[in-house]
Every structure is written in structure tokens, then in C-alpha cells.
């Protein structure tokens, strides 16, 4: 395989990112038109948006079991058949169980992008270009996000149909399906990792154990605050959506440069280093207002950007006989954390709310109080993981000696 079929590869790959990002951002742009349109209660929607949480998952382990089976070719031409008929089906779903369905079909392609894209690129690099890869390929989810949310902002303030925004979803998906057109992809590096039985027996280890114990925590530490930024923050002095805007627009800059801070402390060195700043932020926003939420947006911002990737990347690179399913299992995991902590911050929130007015706040002192509140529990995941990061980091350290 030659380096410009490497190359293509890869960018399609950051398109089809750009695709899951587009179906996060718009989808959730959309959702009081959609509410109003259908007639659809909150708890409706919740259930609408839980789908693209279930589909992921899913595709992506599924996916994993599959890779050195079917390979990445066929996984993402499932990827752009599921892409296609869930737009398609949102477009034309007519009310509450289309739109069901076509947000788990939409899931379910965003979740063969991570099985196949992943694996993909550490079969066709190594070392740090790996790395560096990785970080720059993840960039383009909190940089998607970026560009579907000013996308749907703009057309939503233009008075343009949600059915609009939606189509504007096919533009990466389109652009993703023909730049993998007729390319020739990556065999796997190591003959061992092609059978399932050595994936298994790698991942039934302490190490890969762990990292999976840590990516719950790495999720919902991501995903946490920015799920209840709007909520939290609404009474804080700053604006929600601009702090969002500026933590994943941060995030994907940071992205595209990690790969050289992978290159000189080690993953281990990096997730340390960014679950003190993600403790350090999370931290902030519960006691900061005005102008300062947005300072705590950027220690933030630097300590997530690199959890997703630096964790696939250690499994990629620390426990390679895992193979693809070993990634798709340790993203699975975030996945599955993100939604089953949902609910329990929401409990957080109202028994926060409930603790504020006993002691006799209302009106907006009430929600910031409740919000900050919230915010200061949330800090115990990051804290968590700065305990976990420091044992991972010694051990790393003694092997690296050992060997």
C-alpha cells in the first residue's frame, strides 16, 4: 500500500468523523423544532437521542469481532448504508417511531466508523506517526461538532427547516464514501491478532481490565459536564453554548498537535497530566462566574482532548494482540458509561436543587448554586483518575526499565 493510498485513507476517515460529529451537533440543534413538528414530549426526545448512544456501542464491538473477518471496507460501507437510510429516514420518519429508528441506524453507522477507521490507521502506521495520527484523526469529532453547531445555529436563525440541517449531514458522508472508493486497506501487522482466540486471551489480562475501568471514568469526565453545560452554567454569568464552542474547538486543536506530546512523555505521561487539568476544570466551573467559567473552559478543554485517542493508542500500541476488537471494546465502554451516568447526574442535580432551597435560595441563585454544586461531584471523576493514571504511569515506567 502506497503513501498516497495511506493518506486517502485517512482522510476519509477524518470525514467519516466529521460525519458523527455533524449527526451529534445537528441533530441536537434540531431538537425543539423536531419536539415541535412531532408534538414529541422531553422524555420523547430523551429517548430519540439515547438511540445514537445504543447504536455505537454496539456497531463498535460488533465491528471489532468482525474487522480481521470482513475488513474495514465492508464495516464502512455498512458505515455509509446506515448513514444514508438513518438521514433519509429522519428526513422522511413522519413522527416519534421513525425518528427511533433512524437515530439508532445513524448510531449504528457512527460506531463503524471508530471500529474500522481506529484499527486502520495503527495497521498502516506505527510509533509516533501513529500517535500523531490518532490525535489529529480524533480532532475532527470535537472539530465537527464545532462546525455542525454553527451550521445549525446559522440555519435555525435563518429559519431554514430542521429537514434542511439534516441534509446537510449527506455533504461528509458523500465526500467520505468517495475518497474510500476503489482504495486499497491495510492488512494487519501482526498474523497473531487475525484470531479471535489471542484478541480474547489479551483482553482477558489486569492491563486491558484496567484501561477499560479507566475509559468509564476518562467518558464521563468528557462527556459529563459538556451533556449538562447548559443547564449547569445557564446562571453563571457566561454563555453555555460559547463555553461548549470553546472547549471543542480547543479540544480539536489539541488533537491535531498531540501526537508530539505522546511523542515525549508516553500516553501514560499525557492521560496523568490530563486528568489533573480536567480535575482542575471541572473544579473551576463549580466555583467560577463571569469570565472565569470561561478560563475553567480552557483547563478543561486541555485536560479531555486527550483522553479518547492516548487511550485507544495505549491499547493499540501497550496490549496489541487485543486488535481491532480490543479498541472497539475499550471505546464501548466510554460509550456505555456516558449513558448510564446520565441519570445519575440528573439525580445529582435535583437533590443539589433540593439542598438550595432549604437553605433558602430561589430564582437564579438557586439553579447556580445547584449547578456549581453538581459540577464539584463531577470532580471526583477526574480525581479518581489522577489516582489510577499515577499507578499506570509507575508500572509503565518499571516495564519500560525491565525490557
Not at 464491538?61 to 448513514?83: C, D, E, N, S
Not at 469529532?141 to 451550521?151: D, K, R
Request: glycine letters at 10%; charged letters at 10%; one cysteine or more.
Amino acid at each position: 500500500m502506497n503513501d498516497q493510498n495511506s493518506k486517502r485513507l485517512f482522510y476519509a476517515s477524518c470525514f467519516a468523523l466529521i460525519t458523527t460529529a455533524f449527526s451529534f451537533s445537528i441533530r441536537a440543534g434540531i431538537l425543539p423544532q423536531l419536539g415541535e413538528s412531532f408534538s414529541l414530549s422531553p422524555e420523547q426526545l430523551g429517548f430519540i437521542n439515547s438511540m445514537w448512544f445504543v447504536g455505537f456501542p454496539i456497531s463498535m464491538v460488533l465491528g471489532g469481532i468482525f474487522y480481521r473477518t470482513i475488513g474495514p471496507k465492508v464495516i464502512m460501507q455498512f458505515a455509509f448504508v446506515a448513514h444514508t437510510a438513518g438521514i433519509l429516514l429522519t428526513i422522511y420518519s413522519g413522527g416519534y417511531t421513525g425518528l427511533l429508528i433512524s437515530t439508532l441506524l445513524i448510531g449504528l453507522g457512527n460506531g463503524c466508523t471508530e471500529a474500522a477507521c481506529n484499527p486502520m490507521i495503527a495497521d498502516a502506521y506505527s510509533g509516533k506517526v501513529m500517535n500523531t495520527l490518532l490525535n489529529r484523526f480524533h480532532m475532527w469529532f470535537p472539530g465537527g461538532i464545532v462546525l455542525g453547531s454553527l451550521v445549525s445555529l446559522t440555519m435555525t436563525k435563518l429559519n431554514l427547516g430542521w429537514e434542511a440541517q439534516i441534509w446537510i449531514i449527506t455533504i461528509p458522508t458523500v465526500i467520505y464514501a468517495y475518497l474510500f472508493w476503489g482504495q486499497t486497506f491495510p492488512e494487519p501487522k501482526n498474523t497473531e491478532v487475525a484470531s479471535l482466540s489471542s484478541n480474547f486471551k489479551a483482553m482477558a489480562t489486569p492491563l486491558f481490565i484496567f484501561i477499560c475501568a479507566c475509559m468509564t471514568l476518562t467518558a464521563i469526565s468528557e462527556f459529563g459536564p459538556q451533556q449538562w453545560t447548559s443547564l449547569l452554567l445557564s446562571k453563571s454569568g457566561a454563555e453555555p453554548m460559547v463555553i461548549l464552542a470553546l472547549v471543542t474547538g480547543l479540544m480539536a486543536v489539541g488533537r491535531y498537535f498531540g501526537g508530539e506530546f505522546v511523542h515525549k512523555f508516553d500516553q501514560t505521561g499525557v492521560l496523568l497530566g490530563s486528568a489533573v487539568f480536567t480535575a482542575l476544570g471541572i473544579y473551576l466551573f463549580s466555583v467560577s462566574t463571569g469570565t472565569m467559567a470561561y478560563v475553567a473552559a480552557i483547563f478543561f478543554a486541555m485536560g479531555v482532548c486527550y483522553f479518547w485517542p492516548n487511550m485507544l493508542g495505549f491499547v493499540a500500541e501497550k496490549i496489541p494482540l487485543s486488535g481491532a476488537i480490543g479498541m472497539s471494546v475499550v471505546g464501548a465502554f466510554g460509550m456505555f458509561s456516558t449513558s448510564i451516568w446520565q441519570p445519575i447526574i440528573g439525580g445529582w442535580i435535583e437533590s443539589d436543587r433540593y439542598a438550595a432551597q432549604v437553605s433558602g435560595l430561589s430564582g437564579d441563585e438557586l439553579e447556580l448554586a445547584a449547578g456549581q454544586a453538581t459540577m464539584g461531584t463531577m470532580t471526583t471523576f477526574p480525581v479518581i483518575l489522577i489516582v489510577l493514571f499515577t499507578i499506570l504511569w509507575f508500572w509503565s515506567k518499571k516495564t519500560a526499565k525491565a525490557a
